[in-house]
């Protein structure tokens, strides 16, 4: 039988803050429910965007609310050369192909945008560019319609030349795009289940499309619900999320499991992390969670 192995990957581009708790909570207690093994990965792929002693920050965060995971950690940083192989390949296949649009170019153009931001409307796939010094965008032609039945929301489809159009792969400063570096890792470290925030269910349609151009298998995916700062605001660290609080962890572990639709007793409150996590392996219950969003006064029980 195959283990079940799950990951959690931030991107050290700030602090974890209680939506990435979430995440990390809900991966943990998939796999480790199920006697599998858990990962975790930092993706530091853009790496301009690095923040200086995130990562390190992350493997504390991690540690204080007593995480433990399998292996060594992973750095996106020290892979570049698999993520080369495979677009190579994707180059080699005639699936990809380089374009020297910018940005500013095609808002001048007045081309639309959709949810994952401008859509490409092709102008330099028959231009024959070379690869050096220009972007590389994946051809979406060949599919049209990508979908997945998400274990929490459900069939999930996006028309992806309609929807986000050909999608850079590696950028013109040659930063490997976080599809491919996300795709790459998934199939080389072995993840069949992946778990992380709803606000990924359309880039999820993207990382299908290209696992199939180079072969490899799908893993089940599960988004969750986001969490709302006070104006109604997903948690993110680019809307300056608060950082986790290390004061009492066993209450945001309580917390992140209320959001996620667990119900665990409130005197765990008063025990260690550790002892919470077993709580929510033994107690895993995922067909509990649902879409919806919570604010973060309500997982807070205020
Ligand atoms: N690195 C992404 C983030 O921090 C998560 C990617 C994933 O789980 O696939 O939002």
Sequence with gaps: MTTPTGRFAPSPSGALHFGSLVAALASYCEARSRQGRWLLRIEDVDTPRVVAGAGDQILRDLEAFGFEWDGGVVYQSERFD?????????IDQ???????????MLREQG???GALGLIYPGLCRTRGLAPENHSLRLLTEADQRVGFRDRVYGEFALDLPECVGDFVLRRRDNIYAYHLAVVVDDELQG???VVRGADLLENTCLHLYLQRRLGFSTPSYMHLPLVNNADGVKLSKQ?????LDHRNPSR??????SHLGQQPPRDLEDGNPRTV??????????????????PIAETFGY
């Design 252 to 257: 945001l572990l309580l917390a992140a499991l």
């Design 94 to 104: 005639g699936d990809c192909y380089a374009c020297e649009c910018s940005r500013r």
């Design 239 to 243: 809307t300056g999320a608060d950082p």
């Design 111 to 113: 081309v639309q945008s």
């Design 277 to 294: 996590l077993q709580w929510s392996c033994d107690h895993w219950n995922a067909a509990a969670i649902t879409p919806q969003r919570s």
């Design 82 to 90: 698999q993520y080369r192989h495979y677009l190579e390949q994707l």
């Design 191 to 193: 993840i069949n289940q």
